[in-house]
């Protein structure tokens, strides 16, 4: 294996060091310069103010989403995420001459800051299913040998809290289901059946048809790396210097299918053409030979 693609198989996989402090530094950056870039454009917003929007709109998830399971919140049980959101806050904002704001704007910070952030939530997907599964393994429902909907559920709500709080719950679903949903949900699914579905008969097809895919790895392994390279993915390419934050993998995915069904409609209409009218055709063609 060459140096490159272990490398890759490091980073995808979050085992490489300091991973731990490289996420949570981007993602408390993340939100920082969305409140930099957004409502604190002109630095006008008082600054206690200013650190707690950024730090709901980074950790939000951490923050509220362990409550539903009873437990304690990430954001205070480990220094090392407010750290960061403290240490990102004084870098955007204290550093003199607006140092800090202009060289994180700049496309190779911007990049980084992308992919930290976005590792953070993906092993954070991972993580809440599994600490969902946990609590509900012994008391599966009679239908299924697994339990199903709690773990991936609480995936879910992850990825949904920060916009939750910044855009309020109407405002967050009013067009529908938002990509953070559509994301978590399909990733949520994949990992859960594929490593925690031991018995169940999602988790065994999933299994049998990744089994060509896998290029020698396990099958949480394999998850592990498709989850973050997914979310990795689709993250860099909603950047302003590529596709934009338009772009979303799942609503490309069903434009195709729907071209395709219109395709398919139009050509069985063709087909279909009763013989009347095609006697017709005939006829007039007919008639202008002659002519």
Not at 164 to 190: E, I, R, T, V, Y
Not at 250 to 267: C, D, H, P, Q
């Amino acid at each position: 294996m060459s140096s490159w693609s272990t490398a890759a198989l490091s980073y995808l996989s979050g085992s490489f060091p300091y991973a731990e402090e490289y996420q949570a530094f981007f993602m408390a950056l993340q939100g920082v310069m969305k409140v930099r870039a957004g409502p604190n454009k002109n630095s006008k917003m008082h600054w206690f103010h200013a650190f707690l929007q950024g730090v709901v709109l980074a950790y939000a998830g951490g923050l509220f989403t362990p409550l539903w399971m009873g437990r304690p919140t990430s954001l205070l049980a480990n220094d090392v995420n407010i750290g960061s959101c403290i240490l990102a806050y004084i870098l955007i904002n204290c550093v003199p001459l607006n140092l800090g704001y202009k060289v994180a704007d700049k496309f190779p910070i911007r990049l980084l800051t992308v992919m930290g952030a976005q590792l953070f939530r993906s092993m954070g997907i991972m993580k809440f299913v599994n600490i969902a599964y946990e609590a509900f393994k012994d008391s599966p429902s009679k239908y299924y040998p697994t339990p199903v909907f709690g773990p991936i559920l609480n995936a879910a709500i992850l990825g949904n809290m920060g916009s939750f709080f910044a855009l309020g719950f109407d405002g967050h679903l009013k067009n529908g289901m938002p990509l953070p949903f559509q994301n978590n949900l399909f990733l949520a699914s994949f990992y859960h059946f594929i490593v925690n579905d031991k018995d169940g008969p999602i988790g065994e097809f999933l299994r049998t048809i990744i089994n060509g895919f896998k290029f020698g790895l396990d099958d949480k392994l394999f998850a592990v790396l498709f989850v973050n390279f997914f979310m990795q993915t689709w993250a860099i390419l909603q950047m302003p210097d590529f596709l934009g934050p338009t772009f979303n993998p799942f609503n490309y995915v069903l434009s195709l299918t729907e071209r395709r069904g219109v395709k398919k409609k139009a050509m069985q209409s063709n087909k279909t053409v009763s013989p009347s009218l095609k006697n017709n055709s005939k006829k007039k063609k007919k008639k202008k030979k002659t002519n």
